[in-house]
């Protein structure tokens, strides 16, 4: 009785670890992860492939692989791919920044396997078919498949041990989690040929630790999307304070002393990156507070800055266009129209404005 309570549970466990890996899948290749580009779609594979593996494991040890006889032939192919997978995944890790094509070469034998066990399964009941399965079936494809995996995960920990550990927890956690699961599969296997068999419960228990693998990348992956939500809600109070808040202008404090405004390309996106705030909330800053367009606003220093240089006199050594490019404008044609705009008159009358009458 207590025997048959712990193969429910097990199974119950690996269906949950199952289902999480497909969820990983989904989340990786769809969701806005952290891991990004070849990282995201490398992973999202790959736990696709290891929820595939537990989920056969699940059907075997239920009595239900007959039932879907093409599941388990394609499952032994898939995990072909598991260890190249890794391999890819801690070298774009290990790529300081350069982002590395996904090399065909390390996943040709997984193609070679998987487009052979498609074809017998189309000729399954031939005698391609059945010669095809012997093939599959032979001990010596086992051999092939542990020293293919043995390979990769030899590269994967050369790779590995260049790096510092600070920057690389949840990398080392999954390579050792499918190394040991490896290792003791191979254990094990090599125990029932050589010394007698071993339970089929013990098979079902070492896919265990490919659902904690997962179940513990979620809580790391749960973990981290809380604390970016957490800091970005703490980033957004504290600009809030420093923009909106307070009896002094920041804004145009910020805009006057690093003079932002004389970049002629200067944009909205550029701008918020200089002041570290999303540009939507700086236009809506601007919109609101302001009544003005993000246009108009920067226009509005350039003017101030040729204003206050007509004023002192500039002019009579540069030109009132080469003042206006020093500011930021591009082109007289904006300049004219913003200053008139601006002062109500031109930049030729607001200079006799100055000059005293006699």
């Not at 048959?4 to 290749?29: M, Q, T």
């Not at 580009?37 to 595939?52: E, H, K, P, T």
């Not at 071993?198 to 749960?222: E, G």
């Not at 909106?244 to 550029?270: A, H």
């Amino acid at each position: 009785m207590e025997l048959h309570i712990v193969k429910d549970v097990s199974v119950l466990i690996n269906a949950f670890g199952a289902g999480n890996c497909f969820l990983l899948s989904y989340v990786y290749i769809k969701g806005k992860s952290r891991d990004l580009g070849l990282n995201a779609q490398v992973l999202s594979f790959l736990f696709f492939i290891i929820g595939i593996v537990i989920f056969n494991t699940i059907l075997n040890f239920a009595g239900y692989g007959h039932v879907l006889y093409v599941f388990e032939p394609i499952s032994n192919a898939l995990t072909w791919a598991i260890a190249p997978l890794l391999y890819l995944y801690i070298r774009s890790n290990a790529s300081t920044g350069k982002r590395k094509r996904v090399g065909v070469v390390h996943l040709l034998p997984f193609y070679i396997i998987l487009s052979f066990t498609i074809g017998i399964l189309s000729f399954s009941n031939t005698g391609i078919g059945n010669w095809g399965t012997r093939i599959l079936d032979h001990k010596t494809m086992l051999l092939l498949w542990n020293l293919h995996f043995l390979v990769y995960i030899s590269m994967s920990f050369y790779l590995l041990r260049k790096w510092k550990k600070g920057k690389i927890k949840m990398t080392i956690v999954i390579f050792w989690s499918i190394t040991s699961i490896w290792f003791l599969n191979l254990f094990f296997h090599m125990y029932r040929i050589f010394v007698h068999e071993l339970p089929n419960l013990l098979y079902l228990n070492i896919t265990l630790l490919f659902t904690i693998l997962m179940l513990w990348v979620s809580y790391q992956k749960l973990a981290v999307s809380h604390k970016e939500r957490v800091t970005k809600a703490i980033r957004k109070r504290k600009r809030e304070a420093k923009y909106l808040g307070g009896n002094y202008d920041s804004l145009i404090t910020s805009m006057r002393e690093n003079k932002y405004y004389r970049d002629s390309n200067l944009n909205i996106r550029t701008l918020s990156q200089q002041l570290d705030m999303p540009y939507h909330e700086l236009s809506n800053l601007i919109n609101q507070k302001y009544n003005r367009n993000f246009n108009e606003f920067i226009n509005s220093f350039r003017i101030s800055e040729v204003e206050e240089a007509l004023r002192s006199g500039q002019h009579t050594s540069l030109t009132i266009m080469g003042i206006a490019q020093k500011a930021g404008f591009k082109s007289s044609s904006v300049f004219y129209t913003a200053f008139k705009k601006e002062k109500g008159i031109t930049p030729v009358a607001f200079i006799r404005q100055q000059t005293p009458t006699s």
